[in-house]
């Protein structure tokens, strides 16, 4: 699978806001995240070392954004802050 560097981006601010969250202490880890929401933790482990094969699922972002006021705008498109104010 060719992921566009768009998608790879993406995915990379996915898990730099799952690092803040955790280094926050918002979330204890990402198995903390993935059981929450039903997540097979080892398909996040692989995207996460392989996000230039690996698809992120949308709703994925949409728990981030919804659950824990990660600002879209920077998720999709990166720009300006992490968090929504």
């Known amino acids: 699978m060719n992921i566009s560097k768009e998608g790879i981006a993406v995915t990379n601010r996915f898990f730099e806001a799952i ?6 202490r918002r979330i204890r880890g990402l198995q903390t995240f993935t059981n929450q929401y039903g ?13 230039e094969n690996r698809v992120l699922k949308p709703e994925w972002i949409v728990y981030l954004v919804r659950d824990f006021g990660i600002s879209p705008n920077w998720i999709l498109l990166g720009k300006g802050d992490m968090f929504d104010d």
Do not use: V
Request: charged share 15%; proline share 5%; aromatic share 6%.
């Open 19 to 24: 690092d803040m969250l955790i280094a926050q």
């Open 39 to 51: 997540i097979n933790r080892w398909n996040m482990i692989t995207l996460k070392g392989n996000p």
